[in-house]
């Protein structure tokens, strides 16, 4: 099993910058696909960034290209989202999650982070 604990969440004014950290623990992630999702008040959780064991391959949501930048350190099995030019419609709860190689889904989740963004 694959225990994820995210954090670097807060209170931030429109513009600013987080770095979101999730760490992992337990079965090794080193050659997992890595996810990020969030989840706004009312709304699905929604995807966000995914980034391949390598690090080599990335991919984000439509609405987070150029602002969000997911990266990996195999070495300390931690997976992070840089967050710039924050907006209001950022505002949700983050979560990491991990994709098994030959697994259809993202099997392990963390317990989510609060990001919150204030105009």
């Known amino acids: 099993q694959v225990q994820l604990v995210e954090s670097g969440g807060g209170l931030v004014q429109a513009g600013g910058s987080l770095r979101l950290s999730c760490a992992a623990s337990g079965r090794t992630v080193s050659r997992f696909r890595m996810g990020w999702f969030r989840q706004a008040p009312g709304k699905e959780r929604e995807f966000v960034a995914a980034i391949n064991w390598s690090g080599g391959y990335t991919s984000y949501a439509d609405s987070v290209k150029g602002r969000f930048t997911i990266s990996r350190d195999n070495a300390k099995d931690t997976v992070y989202l840089q967050i710039n030019s924050l907006k209001p419609e950022d505002t949700a709860v983050y979560y990491c999650?991990?994709?098994?190689?030959?697994?259809?889904?993202?099997?392990?989740w963390g317990q989510g982070t609060q990001v919150t963004v204030s105009s």
């Open positions: 999650a991990a994709k098994p190689q030959g697994s259809n889904y993202y099997n392990y």
